[in-house]
Nanobody, 123 residues
């Protein structure tokens, strides 16, 4: 079993940008679904964006148009570019691996998780 290492979290002002990366050498381009999730204090973990085994990209309504998920097969890395950040984006962000057609709205579909990286957005 490989490792998932998420990096790039930090602090940003409202309207700013951050880019998260997730080194996933065992899983990129191996026909898994790769997803980004977040969990704010006192809230349930929620799906943010995912790329399924066919390359279909999905976003939650709360980030659509602001966040961009991508993967670099050569670098074996999954990315999440976050623009127009809002204070409500503040959360611990995780990358995870699921089966080919995993539903990003169902975190329990994803069976392998990396440690999270904290994103804090101030107004």
């Amino acid at each position: 079993q490989g490792q998932l290492v998420a990096e790039g979290g930090g602090s940003a002002q409202s309207g700013g940008s951050l880019r998260l990366s997730c080194a996933a050498s065992e899983y990129i381009n191996k026909r898994y679904c790769m997803g980004w999730f977040r969990q704010a204090a006192g809230k349930e973990r929620e799906g943010v964006a995912a790329i399924d085994g066919e390359g279909k990209i999905m976003y939650s309504d709360s980030v659509k148009g602001r966040f961009t998920i991508s993967q670099d097969n050569a670098a074996n890395t999954l990315y999440l570019k976050m623009d127009s950040l809002k204070p409500e984006d503040t959360a611990m962000y995780y990358c995870a691996v699921g089966p080919f057609y995993a539903d990003y709205e169902a975190p329990t579909d994803f069976h392998f998780w990396g440690p999270g990286t904290q994103v804090t957005v101030s107004s």
